[in-house]
């Protein structure tokens, strides 16, 4: 009974995950109210998503601005706590974490939902773009906190300061909506995040998750697990009848029959509902049979 209202109201258990992981990384609801950062013990754990360090309601710390941290110190170490957590979660789940847990991926999947035409990117603006987000991750994440420091060699955050929108959605606007010094303070550097944000809002709207597809380093990290780890998508050359129903299907416009392990694949599990013949699965260490000699799949 349960599972039909369910189904009548079109909540997927996929959306419910959703949710809950956004409630269960963002609970000190009295943060929201009050206008304060939850202070807690469990602030010094990470998360597995980018969700900020800043958010009135975050119970722990997103693991990039934790690495950008502990790389931005003037005595320039390195977190082997945040690396192997990072390693830990891509191993186990790779970008499943994207798909399923993600605050700011909710948030573009409902965005996507508002009824208005959905252009068409190229697919090699496309393919170009997608690098984007590693870029992002090398320069912004990893080698500006280290290298532009001020007078007392102390980096910054530089992607949380001047880009992150998920930090400005989830922290920004909740503190400076309780906090009018805040208010009066915000200056030209939170204009420009705001503006970001705006542009992510707006093209998720058209664009299915432009924000984990070209910009998210967290993301970037999460994908090069994707092929390696535990849980995995699989597609049984045997079964598939090259229909293309999977493909079409993909938000992601991942080329499913050519590359199910792709690093740009979040595990959204789409492919493998509207597959005729249940030739995809997903799941913990599932066989993964080598679908380029089967030549009933055709493009």
């Not at 992981?21 to 010094?44: M, P």
């Not at 900020?52 to 722990?60: K, N, Q």
């Not at 977190?79 to 700011?104: A, D, K, W």
């Not at 922290?171 to 705006?198: C, D, E, S």
Request: include cysteine; charged fraction near 20%; aromatic fraction near 10%.
């Amino acid at each position: 009974m349960r599972k039909d209202k369910t189904k009548k109201a079109g909540i997927s258990p996929r959306r419910f995950v959703q949710l809950a992981c956004a409630a269960l990384f963002n609970g000190y609801t009295a943060g929201f109210v009050r206008g304060r950062i939850f202070g807690g013990k469990s602030k010094l754990l990470c998360v597995p998503v980018l969700n900020c360090y800043s958010c009135p309601g975050a119970l722990g710390s997103c693991p990039i601005g934790s690495l950008q941290a502990v790389l931005s110190d003037r005595n320039h170490s390195f977190s082997f706590y945040v690396l192997g957590f990072l390693m830990l979660f891509g191993t186990l789940f790779g970008r499943l974490i994207c798909g399923l847990m993600c605050p700011f991926g909710l948030i573009q999947d409902l965005l996507y939902k508002i009824p208005l035409p959905k252009p068409e990117i190229p697919k090699r603006l496309d393919r170009v773009m997608r690098y984007l987000k590693y870029l992002v991750l090398i320069s912004l994440v990893i080698i500006l906190p280290q290298v532009l420091t001020n007078d007392y060699g102390t980096g910054a955050p530089y992607f949380c300061k001047w880009i992150c929108p998920a930090g400005t959605l989830e922290g920004g606007l909740p503190l400076l909506a309780a906090n009018q010094p805040l208010r009066q303070a915000a200056g030209q550097l939170f204009v420009q995040k705001v503006l970001i944000l705006a542009a992510c809002v707006v093209s998720a709207v058209f664009i299915y998750r432009p924000f984990c597809r070209y910009i998210c380093p967290l993301g970037a990290v999460y994908s090069l697990f994707n092929r390696f780890s535990l849980y995995q998508m699989s597609l049984d050359g045997s079964k598939c009848i090259g229909c293309g129903r999977c493909e079409k299907v993909c938000k992601m416009k991942v080329d499913i029959r050519e590359n199910v392990s792709s690093g740009e694949c979040i595990r959204c599990g789409e492919c493998r509902n509207v597959c005729p013949t249940g030739a995809i699965k997903s799941g913990f260490v599932v066989s993964r049979p080598d679908i380029s000699k089967d030549k009933r799949i055709t493009k």
